[in-house]
């Protein structure tokens, strides 16, 4: 059991720092928030960069917390005018903040982004002064989590932050270690990220390191009761086209079905920078119609696909530069709605896709032996409704939103919770792009 700290502490807003809000493909978070404020916190949001145009989700509606933008480098004389206050306020924090910031942009490799990153925390520790924040919490651990560390510097303000993936294994490991050292906690959503980090810290900190998956909000993924038989089956993946999803993987594999004989079609939805090299590697193997890039939709399209799919795939692997994932917020929705699931035994994935158990692994890379798992399950519908069936019970024991949501609540020293019969029931219908 990971450690928690007391509930009791004083009330107060909370500050949430995140890259870009509102963001298409980080649904994840957007639950999380929604939940936060429906266990009582008072939230705070700021964004790093300005949000993406829209389409937004609808949820985005339901978010009582006021958003505020980080001015943007052009922007001089409100950052000025922050910094100011921030030396006024406290001027030794500021100056030890500034001597870390030089110190460890002589350090670093990318010594202007230590410096962006300073600058954007003057803004964000005036801010949260002004408005009684209690405490900073970041999403991701990479720039997020570097502006929460300064704001902290320089407010007395504690922080914490949540590790994801790509933002977790692409920054050095010192870095990461510095962060959660001088972080209150550190949440992250998969064991195997928790383990990781608990190596870099060590045994005397390693109580730091928290595990709180995504949580799914099963409000809106009602288990349909059975797979229906289709004149031909469908294959359904859902990704960003981008290497570490393994789409060209799962490509290679339908071209062995194909050649094995058995009937079948491929949607793979999502949209990235490899969609003209899929494209071809679609034509190369005459899957043309049969395999298709569906583009990024919305939720409410996407949950329809789900429901008419007959198994879904996702082949994730370890990129050439260390990225990876985390546990895909696609495999738990698919679950969700009672699709037995194939993936690639990578990262936190095992943790729900527990092979003969929950559904199928397979190693990454490996299109043969994704194609005999597809196979196998398009050939047993008996085994393929047993293994979803354990897979929406499984998400209902470890991976509901609430209890995720409470116990992030409860390590931001938030002291009272709503009942849980409050419910977390989203009014409107999500709309999202797959990611």
């Given at each position: 059991?990971?450690?928690?700290?007391?509930?009791?502490?004083?009330?107060?807003?909370?500050?949430?720092?995140?890259?870009?809000?509102?963001?298409?493909?980080?649904?994840?978070?957007?639950?999380?928030?929604?939940?936060?404020?429906?266990?009582?916190?008072?939230?705070?949001?700021?964004?790093?960069?300005?949000?993406?145009?829209?389409?937004?989700?609808?949820?985005?509606?339901?978010?009582?917390?006021?958003?505020?933008?980080?001015?943007?480098?052009?922007?001089?004389?409100?950052?000025?005018?922050?910094?100011?206050?921030?030396?006024?306020?406290?001027?030794?924090?500021?100056?030890?903040?500034?001597?870390?910031?030089?110190?460890?942009?002589?350090?670093?490799?990318?010594?202007?982004?230590?410096?962006?990153?300073?600058?954007?925390?003057?803004?964000?520790?005036?801010?949260?002064?002004?408005?009684?924040?209690?405490?900073?919490?970041?999403?991701?651990?990479?720039?997020?989590?570097?502006?929460?560390?300064?704001?902290?510097?320089?407010?007395?303000?504690?922080?914490?932050?949540?590790?994801?993936?790509?933002?977790?294994?692409?920054?050095?490991?010192?870095?990461?270690?510095?962060?959660?050292?001088?972080?209150?906690?550190?949440?992250?959503?998969?064991?195997?990220?928790?383990?990781?980090?608990?190596?870099?810290?060590?045994?005397?900190?390693?109580?730091?390191?928290?595990?709180?998956?995504?949580?799914?909000?099963?409000?809106?993924?009602?288990?349909?009761?059975?797979?229906?038989?289709?004149?031909?089956?469908?294959?359904?993946?859902?990704?960003?086209?981008?290497p570490k999803k393994g789409h060209d993987d799962l490509i290679e594999a339908c071209a062995l079905l194909r050649d094995a004989g058995v009937a079948f079609r491929c949607m793979i939805v999502g949209a990235g920078p490899l969609?003209?090299?899929?494209?071809?590697?679609?034509?190369?193997?005459?899957?043309?119609?049969?395999?298709?890039?569906?583009?990024?939709?919305?939720?409410?399209?996407?949950?329809?696909?789900?429901?008419?799919?007959?198994?879904?795939?996702?082949?994730?692997?370890?990129?050439?530069?260390?990225?990876?994932?985390?546990?895909?917020?696609?495999?738990?929705?698919?679950?969700?709605?009672?699709?037995?699931?194939?993936?690639?035994?990578?990262?936190?994935?095992?943790?729900?896709?527990?092979?003969?158990?929950?559904?199928?692994?397979?190693?990454?890379?490996?299109?043969?032996?994704?194609?005999?798992?597809?196979?196998?399950?398009?050939?047993?519908?008996?085994?393929?409704?047993?293994?979803?069936?354990?897979?929406?019970?499984?998400?209902?024991?470890?991976?509901?939103?609430?209890?995720?949501?409470?116990?992030?609540?409860?390590?931001?020293?938030?002291?009272?919770?709503?009942?849980?019969?409050?419910?977390?029931?989203?009014?409107?219908?999500?709309?999202?792009?797959?990611?």
């Amino acid at each position: 059991m990971n450690a928690m700290p007391p509930a009791a502490m004083a009330s107060g807003p909370v500050a949430y720092i995140m890259k870009r809000y509102p963001r298409l493909t980080e649904t994840f978070i957007l639950n999380e928030i929604r939940a936060m404020e429906r266990l009582g916190a008072d939230l705070r949001i700021f964004s790093l960069l300005p949000p993406e145009p829209p389409p937004h989700h609808a949820m985005v509606a339901e978010v009582r917390a006021p958003v505020r933008a980080v001015p943007m480098a052009g922007a001089w004389v409100d950052l000025v005018r922050a910094h100011a206050a921030a030396i006024r306020a406290a001027p030794l924090r500021y100056a030890g903040a500034f001597g870390r910031a030089a110190w460890w942009s002589v350090q670093s490799p990318t010594p202007l982004s230590v410096w962006k990153q300073f600058t954007r925390a003057g803004f964000v520790a005036t801010a949260c002064r002004r408005g009684g924040i209690r405490h900073i919490h970041a999403h991701f651990a990479n720039a997020p989590a570097a502006v929460a560390r300064f704001a902290s510097l320089m407010s007395g303000i504690p922080f914490s932050f949540t590790a994801h993936a790509k933002d977790l294994y692409l920054t050095p490991k010192q870095v990461i270690s510095r962060r959660a050292r001088a972080a209150s906690f550190v949440a992250t959503c998969t064991d195997y990220n928790a383990q990781y980090l608990r190596n870099l810290l060590g045994e005397a900190e390693s109580h730091k390191i928290n595990l709180v998956y995504h949580g799914i909000d099963l409000t809106h993924f009602s288990a349909r009761t059975a797979i229906g038989a289709a004149p031909i089956p469908l294959i359904l993946s859902v990704g960003r086209l981008v290497p570490k999803k393994g789409h060209d993987d799962l490509i290679e594999a339908c071209a062995l079905l194909r050649d094995a004989g058995v009937a079948f079609r491929c949607m793979i939805v999502g949209a990235g920078p490899l969609h003209a090299e899929l494209t071809a590697l679609i034509e190369r193997h005459d899957l043309t119609g049969t395999v298709t890039l569906e583009g990024a939709m919305t939720h409410a399209a996407l949950i329809d696909l789900y429901r008419s799919a007959t198994l879904f795939a996702l082949a994730p692997r370890i990129a050439d530069d260390g990225d990876r994932d985390g546990i895909p917020n696609v495999i738990a929705e698919a679950m969700a709605i009672g699709v037995p699931v194939v993936s690639t035994d990578v990262s936190g994935i095992p943790e729900v896709v527990r092979d003969g158990e929950t559904g199928r692994l397979v190693p990454p890379r490996d299109a043969r032996a994704l194609a005999d798992a597809m196979g196998r399950l398009l050939a047993d519908p008996d085994q393929a409704q047993a293994l979803a069936a354990a897979a929406r019970a499984l998400l209902e024991r470890d991976f509901d939103l609430w209890t995720t949501t409470t116990r992030l609540h409860g390590l931001m020293g938030c002291a009272d919770c709503a009942p849980p019969d409050a419910g977390l029931v989203c009014t409107a219908p999500a709309v999202a792009a797959a990611g």
